[in-house]
């Protein structure tokens, strides 16, 4: 068993940085998301390969970090979205490459509409 993962070397780092954030982090899907939240889940591609040897992985691993926020009235939520990405964007670590954010939607998740936007990070991960 590799001695450091993806789990503990990237997606946890990352939920860690963005726990200063107001709201509730999560560093995998939820079962339930309680607004405003913010979650970190695999991008596509998820992993893309430089160098695989018998000791050495080395890939990018692209990630979606998806802020919410409650739907209650759309110009509060829309303000309010707007400041937890730039919240957000304000505590991603050295090492993370931001390439986009896209535009706000509204989704339902259980019982709650949210206005969600993706930000979309790549950070590079070594496996010996």
Do not use: H, W
Request: aromatic share 6%.
């Amino acid at each position: 068993m590799p001695s450091s993962t993806i789990l503990s070397a990237v997606r946890q780092p990352l939920a860690t940085a963005l726990a200063s954030v107001a709201g509730n982090v999560y560093s995998f899907v939820p079962e339930s998301v309680i607004p405003p939240a913010v979650v970190v889940v695999p991008d596509s591609p998820y992993l893309e390969f430089d160098l695989i040897n018998k000791s050495v992985i080395k890939c990018k691993i692209n990630m979606t970090i998806t802020v919410a926020v409650a739907y209650n009235s759309n110009p509060a939520s829309l303000d309010n979205i707007e400041q937890l990405l730039m919240s957000v964007l304000a505590v991603i670590p050295s090492g993370y490459e931001v390439s986009s954010v896209e535009r706000p939607t509204v989704s339902q998740v259980g019982a709650s509409t949210l206005l969600i936007a993706d930000i979309r990070v790549s950070t590079y991960y070594n496996q010996t």
